[in-house]
C-alpha cells in the first residue's frame, strides 16, 4: 500500500481534505442565484430551516460547523461521525463532487455533482443559505422561494378529513382491515400495508392515526401514527 494510503487509512480526516484540495474550488464569480436553481436535487432531501429534519439533517446553520452538528438529527452514520472537519468552500465542494470517495461508508446516497460550474453555483448559494438566517436571507433575496427552502417536506396530516383518518385498525389472517371516520371499512393485504410514524410538526394529531394512498395501482396504504407507542395501542388482532 502506498505511504499516502496507509496514513489515510490511518487518519481518515487526512483522506478528507487530500480530496478537498484535488477537487477544483468554487470561484469568485460563481453565482449564487443559478445556485439556488441547481440547489433544486437537495431539496428532496434537505430543509434549509431550522429543525426541520427530513430524510437528511436541515441544512441551517451549519456554514463553518462540525460536520454532524445539526440539532436533533440522529441518522448520521459511523462513518461521517468519525470525522472532524468543518462545512466551508474547500469540504463541501469536495463533498458535493463525491460523497462516497470523500467520506466512504456515509449514509448519502447522491451520487455528486461533477460540473464544476454548477457545483461553484450551488456552493455560492449555500455560503449564504447555511449561515445563521440564511433561509430568510435567500429568500428575501429572490434566490429561492419559501417552499424551496423548506425542502420536499410531507404532506400535513393534521388536517387530513374523515376519509383519511382511521377509527380502527384489525388484523386478520393475511389481512388489515381499516375503518375511517366516514364509517368506511376497507381491507387490505397485509403485505400492502405500512405502519409509520411522523413525529413532526406534519405528523397526524395524538390518537388519529391517517392513512394514504401510495403505488402506482393505488392498491398499497401507508397508516400514520404520531408516536410508535400508538401502534400497538391501534391494531387489535381480530376475526
Known amino acids: 500500500m502506498p505511504a499516502f494510503e496507509r496514513s489515510a487509512a490511518r487518519h481518515p480526516v487526512a483522506l478528507v481534505f487530500a480530496i478537498a484540495v484535488a477537487v477544483p474550488l468554487a470561484q469568485a464569480d460563481d453565482n449564487p442565484k443559478r445556485g439556488g436553481e441547481v440547489y433544486g436535487v437537495c431539496a428532496a432531501c434537505h430543509s434549509l430551516l431550522p429543525g426541520v429534519h427530513l430524510t437528511g439533517p436541515s441544512l441551517a446553520d451549519l456554514w463553518g460547523k462540525k460536520a454532524t452538528s445539526a440539532e436533533g438529527f440522529v441518522r448520521y ?3 461521517l461521525r468519525s470525522q472532524d472537519f468543518t462545512w466551508d468552500e474547500n469540504t463541501l465542494n469536495a463533498w458535493l463532487a463525491d460523497p462516497k470517495a470523500m467520506v466512504p461508508g456515509n449514509y448519502m446516497t447522491f451520487r455528486g ?19 445563521p438566517g ?14 424551496g427552502a423548506e425542502g420536499q417536506t410531507p404532506e400535513n396530516l393534521s388536517s387530513a378529513g374523515p376519509k383519511q383518518q382511521v377509527t380502527k385498525l384489525r388484523h386478520c389472517r393475511d389481512t388489515y382491515f381499516v375503518t375511517t371516520a366516514d364509517g368506511t371499512e ?6 400492502n400495508v405500512r405502519l409509520k410514524t411522523d413525529t413532526s410538526r406534519f405528523g397526524p394529531s395524538s390518537g388519529k392515526p391517517v392513512i394514504t394512498r401510495s403505488g402506482m395501482m393505488g392498491d398499497r396504504v401507508s397508516i400514520v401514527f404520531s408516536s410508535s407507542a400508538e401502534i400497538a395501542a391501534t391494531v387489535k388482532s381480530k376475526c
Open 77 to 79: 452514520s459511523k462513518a
Open 113 to 131: 455533482i461533477r460540473n464544476d460550474r454548477d457545483r461553484g453555483d450551488m456552493i455560492a448559494f449555500l455560503k449564504l443559505a447555511m449561515a
Open 134 to 147: 440564511g433561509a430568510k436571507a435567500v429568500i428575501d433575496k429572490g434566490l429561492i422561494t419559501a417552499d
Open 186 to 191: 376497507t381491507p387490505y393485504w397485509e403485505m
